[in-house]
């Protein structure tokens, strides 16, 4: 036992021998107060949990990207605002109608309609063959094309096949009212119906993952020469204020802590027409929750340009254009709760480092006023 007791590192000192301090007691206050503050953070960071970040190669591959968007036109009607996707790897999507609503909005921004995009065309009533004259009992119609048909037996039974007809071909829709289905269908009357009106247009699209552009432009989409264009000469209007805001953009889900930096976005058009262009740097996230549910989506960063245009040049350069890319980092975002252990040894650094400081200091304040008042009483002595 005496051996034992050989091997105190803490001996004590009898009650007798203690000198207690005004300062001293300050001193154990304040680190005390300290100590409390310290505890309760560490605690805190202890119950919550802490996000790991990681970066690493993105080798995923034949995956496909959904881009959520809600973008309004104060100045472009509905009828005349198209959507189209096309992506390096050459796949094009356009006019995309699939998941797409559109909101008609009058001059102050309120709700007219409602509507998805890519309603049906109205019925037709008794209308002209391609050889003239009217449907008798049990005929079929076949509408003509004008010159786009593809085959003997290909035909367009409204003004939309007639476009698309078109567009196939890389013709422009330039005049409807020649088109027998665009004036029973009432195609530039609609137009002329929402000349003022805005556009809400909102849904997702779902791309290849690679680099690619989508843009919102007024007519539809075509290609010649492998030149993509944009065919606005139907609406016989020169310029289009293209002014908007993007209500959101996001690509993939929400995820905790995500910022979509275009979101509330606005963007006033000054010169008559013109080009704007997002070009947006798409960084792959994962992110996963102590519970173990994994969500993969994006961040992405973002810079805008606007570019002018001459009014001779309208159909090449009007529109919003959207031109992503994807970088070769992944960011991995881990939720998780610290060991018990790391939270007790923290606890311990935090009690153990204060009292030392405490300590040092206490010393130094008791040792110095002693030092001084014995330098004191020596000067009275002399």
């Not at 079929?140 to 698309?164: L, M, P, R």
């Not at 009292?355 to 020596?378: N, P, Q, W």
Request: some cysteine; hydrophobic content about 35%; glycine content about 8%.
């Amino acid at each position: 036992m005496n051996k034992l007791k050989n091997l105190d590192v803490y001996p004590k000192i009898n009650e007798d021998f203690y000198s207690r301090t005004l300062s001293g007691g300050v001193i154990t206050l304040v680190s005390t107060i300290v100590m409390s503050l310290l505890f309760f953070s560490e605690l805190r960071l202890y119950v919550h949990p802490v996000i790991e970040t990681k970066l690493v190669v993105d080798t995923s591959r034949g995956e496909t990207l959904r881009i959520n968007f809600d973008v309004t036109f104060p100045a472009v009607a509905c009828s005349i605002l198209s959507l189209d996707a096309i992506d390096i790897s050459g796949e094009q999507h356009l006019d995309v109608k699939h998941d797409i609503v559109k909101k008609r909005l009058d001059a102050h921004g309120n709700v007219i309609e409602v509507r998805p995009d890519g309603i049906g065309t109205p019925k037709i009533e008794k209308p002209l063959q391609k050889h003239g004259g009217r449907l008798g009992h049990n005929e079929t119609y076949c509408g003509s094309c004008y010159g786009a048909e593809e085959s003997d037996d290909h035909c367009c039974n409204s003004c939309e096949d007639v476009h698309d007809a078109y567009r196939s071909k890389g013709w422009a829709f330039s005049n409807p009212n020649m088109i027998d289905q665009c004036k029973r269908e009432g195609f530039l009357q609609k137009i002329k119906d929402e000349e003022g009106e805005g556009c809400n247009i909102y849904g997702s699209l779902e791309v290849n993952k690679v680099a690619g552009t989508f843009h919102f432009a007024p007519g539809k989409s075509f290609e010649e020469s492998s030149i993509h264009l944009n065919d606005s000469q139907a609406f016989q209007k020169d310029s289009f204020n293209l002014s908007h805001k993007i209500n959101r953009l996001a690509f993939g889900d929400f995820f905790p802590g995500v910022v979509n930096p275009l979101d509330g976005v606005q963007w006033m058009q000054k010169q008559q027409i013109g080009m704007y262009q997002y070009f947006i740097k798409v960084v792959p996230t994962v992110y996963s929750d102590v519970s173990g549910h994994t969500i993969r989506s994006n961040q992405f960063s973002v810079t805008e340009h606007y570019k002018g245009a001459e009014i001779g040049f309208l159909d090449t350069t009007t529109g919003v254009f959207f031109i992503y890319d994807l970088s070769p980092i992944k960011v991995t975002f881990t939720e998780q709760h610290a060991s018990f252990l790391h939270f007790l040894t923290n606890v311990c650094a935090i009690v153990g480092g204060v009292f030392t400081v405490a300590g040092i200091i206490d010393s130094c304040i008791y040792h110095g006023h002693k030092a001084m008042k014995k330098k004191m009483e020596l000067g009275k002595m002399s």
